[in-house]
């Protein structure tokens, strides 16, 4: 009852007429900032901070807590319809999302998007209402090895996103990892795999390579492909700019599991929505009845993410209040935010600000609701993008992916790099390598190589200390059954036909 009578105090600061303008401010600009690829919402925040230096803190954070979560319903948006990540937890979404774009079904994946993202955002709210001290602590018991063998478990279902091959996908990770090596060492400042080039100390910029294999590999494939003429189908029935009713009972479990995922991820600090996104997409592939239609345009590959990621982006939250610990790089400017006008968050937050507090929480439930509105009225307009023809669609997604790349560090060596990512795409898409293991692969390697050598420091290079705890073991142990199971369960089917083999 106490939770509900502060919600409701919380409710009353968000309609403030000064509060309540800039959490549609935040909203509004985070759904841009999610659309338009290489930008991001930790970017946007950081060029926002000076400018909110001696502002109130509430309207401040309702701001900066809007750009953030508006961001994960934006970012699918270029990932439907031009397979181009708006943010590097919507690559999943370009799976299954611009699949069935192709097929005409483009507002039903961007209506399916919206609604998961608001399920899932509503929810998460409700988690971070009511369990935010306690699942604060259980964070804090993952250390690094903890860490490493989370980012392994997240790693290992590339086997499962990718499609095809399990060992093509484990080959695109390995080199995706090779990819996120390049630079200075993390630990010893020597440089790796620079061959003496200056622009490479700093590394490759995930956005390049996410903008190579998918967007720029993506034109040469399809221009080079035998269906030119027509590339998508554009929606003809207003059946086709919805999700039907079926589309919504088939993605309701899947919304449900990766929102309840999502938030969990999302609560451990340094997890954050893209690793939430791939589990969740690798679970409903996983549990599905028929896997191979991920990949062909699965409306439960668009659903479950997207309230993954969604649920995560509001989980990392969780630490930020109660501990003030930032759960991703987001929240960490989203705590330099709340620093700059002079709060202090940690286990009294909600004791001493309860205004601030109670009105971010109450803000979000606005704010879903907000996106919701925008949304969805905008799906017939987003769907009919698609009549455009290719000699003008695919010229546009080149311009936005060289935009976005420039807009990085403004060299040219970028759009060289963009450009050997793209054309290495279209030649391992010929071979069946699939691309989205490797993005997976850019994106865990810097964090797998920090926990594993902050693991191996802690014990003085001893490995036990990777059993060394309940949660360690439980992960080993989950992490061997995700292994072992594809090939027991095959092994247990093939025995029932051979045993029966008048049924298929």
Known sequence: MDALTALLHGFGVVFTPINLLFCVLGVVTGTLVGILPGIGPAATIALLLPFTYGMPPVPTLLMLAGIYYGAMYGGSTTSILVNIPGESSSVVTCFDGYQMARKGRAGAALGISAIASFLAGTGSVVGLMLLAVPLSSFGLRFGPPEYSLLMLLALTTVGFVGGGSFAKSMIMAGLGVLVSTVGLDIM????????????????????????????????LTSLGGPEQQEIFRSPKRLSELLPTLTDLKVSFWP???????????????????????????????????????????????????????????????????????????????????MILTGVRPGPFLFRDQPDLVWGLIASMYVGNVLLLIINLPMVPLLASLLRVPYYILYPVILVLATVGVYNLHGTLFDLWLLFVFGVAGF????????????ILGVVLGPLIEASVRQSLTISRGNWDIFVSSPISLFLVVLQLMVLLAPPIIRWYRSRGEDADPGFA
């Open 188 to 219: 010893t400042g020597v440089t790796r795999l620079t061959f003496g080039t200056l622009a490479l100390m700093d590394g490759i910029d995930f956005v390049i390579v996410v903008m190579g294999l998918f967007a720029v590999a993506e034109v």
């Open 255 to 337: 919304i449900v599991r990766g929102s309840i995922l999502g938030f969990f991820v999302g609560v451990l600090p340094g997890a954050g929505p893209s690793i939430a996104s791939f589990l969740s997409y690798g679970l409903e592939r996983r549990l599905a009845k028929e896997p191979e239609r991920f990949g062909q345009g699965a409306i439960e590959g668009v659903a479950s993410p997207e309230a993954a990621n969604n649920a995560a982006a509001e989980g990392a939250l969780v630490p930020l209040l109660a501990l003030g610990i930032p759960g991703s790089g987001v929240a960490a400017m989203i705590l330099a935010g």
């Open 427 to 438: 030649f391992l898409r010929k071979l069946g390598f699939p691309p989205a293991p490797a």
